[in-house]
T-cell receptor, first 115, second 114 residues
Framework: DTGVSQNPRHKITKRGQNVTFRCDPISEHNRLYWYRQTLGQGPEFLTYFQNEAQLEKSRLLSDRFSAERPKGSFSTLEIQRTEQGDSAMYLC?????????????FGAGSRLTVL | EDQVTQSPEALRLQEGESSSLNCSYTVSGLRGLFWYRQDPGKGPEFLFTLYSAGEEKEKERLKATLTKKESFLHITAPKPEDSATYLCAVQAAGGGTSYGKLTFGQGTILTVHP
């Protein structure tokens, strides 16, 4: 068990470019979550998958954001036409079902800087 | 709307100087209250889950308590390695899709000086 893995760890891009982040959850966890964290704030919920189904999306997730989890394994978060306000740490977390379902294991995050 | 407010925003302690962090919350039915620790450049690391008023949990120098409106994280005789940001989060009761949808506070930055 290597924990939740996120790539890339850092991404610097120019405004208007598209970026994609990848998350590999703990292998036996079938729930996967994306959160966003800005400096000095706690994480904010973006979206949630159970297996390959995206079950909930926050209104924070504008039309420029899309998340997928093909085959219920890894997940990608794509941001199109990035804006400076998208600069943040994007955190992925996973959890199991049943006992311990509400305990999230977070990855180290992918930090996005939009110039 | 669920809300979590943590205080103080930052806390500086001398090694061995015990103190408490506060987490006040409003939620439409509490399923669980969580404490996480976050080191710089890393993701949050799970510490405790509390489910009902009166519940207490301990881990090494940390003890978390819960009332109907707030939670405290007590730190006894802290060491420099306890320096981190401590995050409080609530999970609202509701449908099954709410698992893992946490509302976080802004965190308390704890610095313990040797």
């Amino acid at each position: 068990d290597t924990g939740v893995s996120q790539n890339p760890r850092h991404k610097i891009t120019k405004r208007g470019q598209n970026v994609t982040f990848r998350c590999d959850p703990i292998s036996e966890h079938n729930r996967l979550y994306w959160y966003r964290q800005t400096l000095g704030q706690g994480p904010e919920f973006l979206t949630y998958f159970q297996n390959e189904a995206q079950l909930e999306k926050s209104r924070l997730l504008s039309d420029r954001f899309s998340a997928e989890r093909p085959k219920g394994s890894f997940s990608t978060l794509e941001i199109q036409r990035t804006e400076q306000g998208d600069s943040a740490m994007y955190l992925c977390a996973s959890s199991r079902t049943g006992s311990g379902a509400n305990v999230l294991t977070f990855g180290a995050g992918s930090r996005l800087t939009v110039l | 709307e669920d809300q979590v407010t943590q205080s103080p925003e930052a806390l500086r302690l001398q090694e061995g100087e015990s103190s408490s962090l506060n987490c006040s919350y409003t939620v439409s039915g509490l399923r669980g209250l969580f404490w996480y620790r976050q080191d710089p450049g890393k993701g949050p690391e799970f510490l405790f889950t509390l489910y009902s008023a009166g519940e207490e949990k301990e881990k090494e120098r940390l003890k978390a308590t819960l009332t109907k409106k707030e939670s405290f994280l007590h730190i006894t005789a802290p060491k420099p390695e306890d320096s981190a940001t401590y995050l409080c989060a609530v999970q609202a009761a509701g449908g099954g899709t709410s698992y893992g949808k946490l509302t976080f506070g802004q965190g308390t930055i704890l610095t313990v000086h040797p």
